[in-house]
């Protein structure tokens, strides 16, 4: 009865731990897949301070979309405030692999343009409908790339800082 126990636990065993290891290396990657950027303090377009805020989110590059980065921004006011703000993603990558087949230029990065608009809340979040939160889907090619959020405030954190609200993140 032993015997049989021992050789029961060592197939059990044995199985468990190629299936893990064969999970393992199909879920392992080279990369992080999100990536948070930091908060940068901006006013909004009414340029007051009960228009004021913060713009957060992060980038996402998916395994199983290669080349692709899907950048995830909020614009949330400190105070209950209905406060829209343009926001630009500035976006380089440094490796640049591939090259464009109609222009034959290789995509170094670009700039995106997002419209969000933390409107008033209720509770801690903006109330529903506003659109104080949006994704956009990025083909940057792969390689290592950075990000830089900036606003259409003349005030914001990363006119002071630009380096400080950089993000670096590879993109498989």
Known sequence: MTRSWTVRTTVV?????????GVSGVASAHHQEF???PYNISLGRELSLPCAGEVGGDVYTPHDR???AVVTLTWRTFFNADCPLTVYVNMNNFDAPWVDPYSGAKPTGGTWMVHLNSAPRSGTVPAHGSEWTK????DI???NAGLTVTTDSPLNTTLFDPAGNTVRFTVA
């Open 66 to 68: 290669p080349g692709i």
């Open 135 to 138: 994704q956009i889907a990025i």
């Open 35 to 37: 990536t948070p950027f």
């Open 13 to 21: 065993g044995a199985a468990l731990a190629a299936a893990l290891l």
């Open 141 to 143: 090619g792969s390689g």
